[in-house]
Nanobody, 113 residues
Framework: HLVESGGGSVQAGGSLTLSCAAS????????MGWYRQVPGSQREWVAS???????NYATSMKGRFTISRDTNRNTVYLQMNRLKPEDTGVYFC?????????WGQGTQVTGSS
């Protein structure tokens, strides 16, 4: 069970932090990621973090977004800086347990120019 929060509207150049709270210990999860979806398009990968804290980012997010996790709170974060209007979309959290994938309900992020 994953619950995202922290979405909202922000002007271009602004910052926003998304949170994804998991109902189980992050130590039991192989890796977690953030994805973005806009109407009419497929869900696209944004960033991911492994149980060993290895992080990876989509090219357009590298240097602007930071994914991190707090194992005490069973929460994964996505810090988004220097937001652009094209960052707009619904952001979903995804957890992988071996070969099973679990998704949150999504949170809307709107970047305005």
């Amino acid at each position: 069970h994953l619950v995202e929060s922290g979405g909202g509207s922000v002007q271009a150049g602004g910052s926003l932090t998304l949170s994804c709270a998991a109902s189980r210990s992050l130590f039991s999860i192989n890796d977690m990621g953030w994805y973005r979806q806009v109407p009419g398009s497929q869900r696209e990968w944004v960033a991911s973090i492994t149980s060993g804290d290895y992080t990876n980012y989509a090219t357009s997010m590298k240097g602007r977004f930071t994914i991190s996790r707090d194992t005490n709170r069973n929460t994964v974060y996505l810090q988004m800086n220097r937001l652009k209007p094209e960052d707009t979309g619904v952001y979903f959290c995804r957890a992988r347990l071996i070969n099973n994938y679990y998704w949150g309900q999504g949170t809307q992020v709107t970047g305005s120019s």
